[in-house]
């Protein structure tokens, strides 16, 4: 039996959700901006129609923008993600088995279902579905491997006369498209690879197809034979049915404005840590190395540069917030220099634990507080019901070193009072 995989790719995904409440917006060129409201992170179709170019600085367009009429949005991440968790719980209900890739793409494990379903009929009944209960609308590309499933998913972006879905079992469509195609495009190629295979006389997806697997190990590397072995329709990689457990959380944010003063600096670090502590305890692990990070502004030819970064391994693993930030807080002691105009800070937690699974330090009582685990329980309810926030009182409550947001849209699906009104 061969195997079917389908990748479902939403398509210029953080901007369609700030257009999907704006209705005003649907052919207007709309751009979503990086933290601080930086440099461009997201384009419309007619965005790119105007060549703007993704990571450009918005001080570099601006001239664009007014005469464009460009619309420009800060990073909204609560309403990406929600908009993301419904397209994903759509596809949960259809498929038999899926991977969540990104915030904005899922492999779909199809396999067998082509002897019930003729299989393009139902990619076309997946996009339909997903563009009618969302808004959001998606291309499907549907192929025997994953990597050939990526490239029918550009396809079916690129060329509209697909209907945005793509189906690429037979073996002849799958060499007319791989012959249409630069190898850059291939999945896992990138342009520092595909300089090297272009020096080989390796410049299309066929050319790579057709070379020799054993030949490609030798110069280059098993991942990417086995790419090699995906565009022949040899399914080398696998469906991932769990999500891998996570080595590291960082949470860091450059600053609204420079800070100086450390009790400052000390708030920025409590927020971090909060947030970090938070995932941390949603991944069921507890964590015994703690790391923070602080920097000055790199190009500002008045301040004069300071980075620098601490780790401190605790005693006792733990995912509490108060021992985590007590932690954190002694790095930083150590970090901070006075008279510096700090840009951005950051914390990492790294070493992680099951619960009840680690080697306790036979020298040392177990320092684990009384009551850690229901404490925290309750803190992570009471933020996820949102219907009430509660944090430590480190992190402050006026926080003028913020990220920038000046263009920041509603949080339309996770906020009462930011539901959009119809009148």
């Known amino acids: 039996m061969s195997s079917i995989f389908a990748l479902v790719d939403c398509n210029n995904f953080y901007a369609s959700c700030e257009k999907l409440f704006r209705p005003d917006l649907k052919h207007r060129p709309v751009v979503v901006l990086s933290n601080n409201d930086g440099c461009v992170v997201a384009r419309s179709k007619e965005a790119k129609a105007l060549g703007i170019k993704m990571g450009v600085p918005v001080f570099q367009i601006r001239d664009q923008i007014e005469q464009h009429n460009i619309v420009c949005f800060s990073s909204n991440y609560a309403l990406y993600a929600d908009l993301s968790q419904r397209v994903m719980s759509l596809l949960e209900e259809e498929a038999p088995y899926v991977e969540i890739y990104s915030i904005d793409e899922a492999f779909l494990d199809l396999t067998g279902l082509d002897g019930c379903v003729d299989i393009l009929s139902f990619g076309q009944h997946l996009k339909a579905k997903v563009d009618q209960c ?35 079992m037979e073996r002849d469509r799958q060499r007319r498209l791989l012959a249409l195609l630069d190898v850059s495009d291939v999945w896992g190629v990138g342009r520092r690879l595909s300089k090297r295979l272009y020096e080989r006389g390796i410049y299309t997806a066929l050319d790579l197809a057709d070379a020799n697997s054993k030949v490609i190990r030798s110069e280059f590397s098993v991942v990417l034979e086995r790419t090699v072995q995906e565009l022949n329709g040899v399914s080398c990689i696998a469906l991932e049915d769990a999500v891998p457990v996570k080595q590291q959380i960082v949470c860091s944010r450059s600053f609204g404005t420079r800070i100086i003063e ?20 949603s991944e069921q692990r507890l964590a015994r190395v703690v790391q923070v990070f602080i920097r000055t502004g790199a190009f500002n030819p008045n301040d004069t540069y300071y980075t620098n970064a601490l780790t401190i391994e605790l005693s ?11 932690a954190a807080y002694e790095v930083l002691e150590k970090l901070y220099r006075p008279g510096y105009r700090y840009a951005k800070a ?17 020298f040392q009582a177990d320092p684990v507080r009384k009551g850690s685990k229901a404490l925290m329980e309750v803190i992570d309810n009471i933020n996820h019901s949102r219907l009430g926030k509660v944090f430590l009182a480190a992190q402050g409550t006026s926080t003028p070193w913020s990220m920038k947001r000046e263009h920041l849209s509603p949080a339309y699906t996770t906020q009462w009072s930011d539901l959009p009104i119809v009148r």
């Open 134 to 168: 969302t808004g959001i609308t998606v291309g499907v590309g549907i192929a025997p491997t994953k990597t050939l499933a990526k490239l029918a998913n550009h396809a079916a972006k690129t060329y509209p006369a697909t209907g945005s879905v793509v189906n690429l």
């Open 262 to 281: 450390k009790e400052a600096l000390k708030e920025a670090i409590a927020k971090y840590m909060g947030r970090a502590a938070e995932k941390l305890r």
């Open 316 to 326: 006792h693993p733990t995912n509490d917030s108060r021992d985590l930030l007590k």
């Open 346 to 362: 950051g914390v990492m937690l790294t070493d992680f634990y099951e619960h009840h699974a680690y080697q306790q330090d036979m």
